[in-house]
């Protein structure tokens, strides 16, 4: 992924931030322009707003064969996780074993290196989250 | 709206296929359906063509352009040429799109074609390719595969229901036993449940086994206004219904990662318009994309309850022989799947059993058939529903 497309998402990816719905009070991360349930209603209405960064993991996969410019990090946990305020993101899980991880885990974020591109040797980074 | 029946099918071998090119596979799906159909190509009023990324896969776009062009129609008739991107339904859309086409007495003859052409580039680079159907920037950026999206539905399909991981392999060992029968299948051998387990970890808890491979293949089906079908063929196959729906890109922001609520949505539409039950079909066509993506595929398509599909993967209800025979041709597990091609391949089989043409694999009875095809991890759903017109 190069440079100014992952610039543009970097609020998301650095600080969470998302949206919230001014017209149902329902957030979503990442941001949206439109609320799915409102439409109409929502246009002009979505607010930003930054998640506490706590939430718990819905699912888990431990992964073996991951794409190239992850693969030093390997075997990693990727999860899905389900924010306190109430949208879901993928992420990986670090800082314990991945035996560890179980359904239901309190976790929270954390800001680290995501991947590294080997060809131009660009860092890229944003949340992983680590047990709470 | 009009009745549409297929009139015509044809396939290549699908598998690593490195002497062809995309378009020698393309062209020669496309010359075997119009031969087996009756027409001549100056009835042919459009095609459409399901491909998922051949600019990334061979580097080349335009392929509607390109295979009209070879199966010669582009010169001569001048015919109306679309490719259809939908990830693995791409091949499905595309049916549907040229479904469409005729029920609405737009045209008449429509050809559908799906091919894709993946082993050219390496296993790793073509696997960064099919994994563009997910999120790229709030999934693969973070790490996520492909596999590991589905391990995370196999993981809570698991703990919620209780689906045990050999149920998962019974799946694969379905698939390849009921491959081992079809001459057009990527692999054609059988395996057993030790196989799968003890196959290297791709996303615990999915192992290389529970994952279908990288295919080359094409494939094409010739559809027609119903009131004409029988003037080409003798065994002309109705669609009954057919349905699409579409759910969030991202597994995340789904309701429920253990059910595709796309799947749902486009079998409603399609068993509403056939006038018919979950019950009433007699064998299917499902997007064995991974040994889960199978079970939740036949509890959304309502042929199990939610929970059950493990276990009627473990009594073999789905097998050849069992209550409803799923994936005769090897599903994308066995058969392959070159992922534009795999919905059209899908009604290839649905056609071919409804004609009794199915040879070893034949389910005897068939009358009623169902293709269900995926994009992404369930982004699109396509259900199509066909019964032989005599
Ligand atoms: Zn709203």
């Given at each position: 992924m190069n440079m100014p497309r992952f610039w543009r998402e970097i609020s998301g990816r650095y600080n969470l931030i998302g949206s919230r719905c001014g017209n149902c009070g329902e957030y979503f991360f990442p941001k949206r322009d439109i609320c799915p349930k409102c439409h109409r209603k929502s246009m002009g209405k979505m607010e930003s707003v930054k998640f506490s960064g706590t939430g718990k993991v819905i699912s888990y996969s431990i992964v073996h064969d991951p794409h190239p410019a992850y693969s030093d990090m390997r075997p990693y946990v990727m999860a899905i996780i389900e924010l306190d305020e109430g949208p879901k993101l993928t992420s990986q899980i670090v800082d314990c074993e991945p035996e560890d991880v179980h359904t239901g885990m309190r976790v929270k974020a954390t800001f680290r290196k995501l991947a590294e591109d080997g060809k131009e040797g660009v860092i890229f980074y944003g949340y992983k989250f680590k047990p709470e | 709206m009009r009745d549409v029946a297929v009139i015509g099918i044809g396939i290549t071998k699908f598998g690593e296929l490195w002497e062809r090119s995309f378009r020698d596979i393309g062209i020669e799906a496309g010359i075997k359906a119009i031969g087996d159909s009756g027409i001549s190509g100056a009835d042919i009023d459009a095609l459409y063509i399901g491909n998922m990324s051949a600019g990334a896969f061979v580097n080349q776009e335009h392929v509607a352009s390109l295979i009209a062009d070879y199966v010669g129609l582009?010169?001569?008739?001048?015919v109306p040429a679309t490719r259809i991107e939908a990830a693995g339904a791409s091949g499905a859309v595309a049916f549907r799109e040229a479904f469409l086409s005729i029920a609405s007495g737009m045209h008449d003859i429509v050809v559908v074609g799906g091919a894709e052409k993946m082993t050219d580039i390496g296993d790793e680079l073509a696997n960064s390719v099919q994994a563009m159907a997910i999120d790229q920037e709030w999934e693969t950026v973070f790490g996520a595969t492909y596999a590991s999206l589905h391990a995370m539905m196999a993981r809570a399909h698991m703990e919620r229901y209780g689906t045990t991981r050999e149920q998962l392999a019974m799946v694969s060992v379905i698939n390849h036993r009921h491959g081992a029968l079809n001459p057009d299948a990527q692999f054609r051998r059988e395996i057993n449940i030790d196989t799968v387990l003890r196959s290297g970890m791709v996303a615990d808890p999915l192992r290389v086994f529970d994952m279908c491979p990288l295919s080359d293949g094409a494939a094409t089906v010739v559809l027609a206004s119903a009131d004409i079908a029988e003037k080409f063929t003798d065994k002309p196959v109705k669609i009954k219904g057919i349905g699409q729906a579409s759910d969030t890109i991202s597994l995340h922001d789904r309701r429920d990662i253990t059910t595709m609520d796309a799947t749902v949505y486009a079998a409603k539409r399609a068993y509403d318009m056939a006038g018919i039950?979950?019950?009433?079909?007699d064998f299917a066509e499902v997007y064995d994309s991974s040994t889960i993506s199978e079970i939740m595929a036949i509890e959304d398509l309502g042929f199990f309850d939610k929970g059950k599909g493990g276990k009627a993967a473990e009594d073999e209800k789905i097998a050849l022989g069992g209550e409803i025979p799923v994936n005769t041709s090897g599903g994308l597990k066995s058969r392959g799947h070159p992922v534009g091609a795999t919905g059209v391949a899908q009604i290839v089989e649905i056609v071919k059993q409804l004609r009794g043409e199915a040879d070893k694999r034949q389910v005897e009875g068939a009358k009623i058939g169902l293709a269900h095809a995926i994009g992404g991890t369930g982004g699109t759903a396509v259900v199509s529903i066909l019964e032989a017109m005599r």
């Open positions: - | 582009a010169q001569t008739s001048h039950k979950p019950e009433d079909v």
